[in-house]
């Protein structure tokens, strides 16, 4: 019999990120309030997400910037995900379509590629038939212990620290099982 090995992992940005972030903070009232689910599946986060009033652009639309946001921080919680405290490096983001205030619309990111010290993900918006609003891809920076001490340090107790490492080795358990079970599946396939 197998025994299963239980380890903490996050699934949502809430799980990890402060309660005022900007993209997942439950108590930042201007915030995104979206939740960066993870779909364990595919090692990907996808989530559905209704643009609020306030995040108007042009009249009817979502302003760009919100848009950026959202791909930025979904890209980012996703590297958390799968194990790794980045910032980001650089986000590209291109604009097909304009995305109403009035529609759900749906959110999803994955890897791209790893390099030694940066992560690429890339990341797209549709609507609800599937069209594909906007894309980006992203590149970001690995943060190692040291200096996320010294860049966090102020604003986090040891305590969170300690969280935040057994969440961190959890997720990154959980990516590693992700990956063998992607490759078996891929090379079933060939």
Known sequence: MEKRIKYRVSHTGQDWHSPDCYGCGIDNTYGLHADFRFYEPTGEVRFNYTPKSFQ?????????????????????????????????????????????????ISVKCWIDSVEKRRIH???????????????????????????????????????????????????????????????TKNHDKI
């Open 56 to 104: 108007e652009g042009a009249p009817g639309y979502m302003h760009g910037g919100i848009i950026a946001s959202l791909l930025d921080e979904a890209q980012g919680v996703l590297c958390f995900h799968l194990g790794h405290l980045v910032m980001t490096d650089q986000l590209n983001v291109s604009y097909r379509h304009a995305i109403s205030l009035k529609n759900e």
């Open 121 to 183: 993900t890339k990341a797209s918006i549709a609507d609800a038939s599937g069209t594909i609003l906007a894309e980006s891809s992203g590149k970001w920076y690995v943060l190692n212990e040291r200096i996320a001490r010294r860049l966090f340090g102020r604003q986090y107790s040891e305590q969170k620290f300690q969280d935040l490492k057994e969440i961190l080795e959890g997720n990154r358990k959980r990516a590693k099982t992700i990956r063998k079970k992607l490759k």
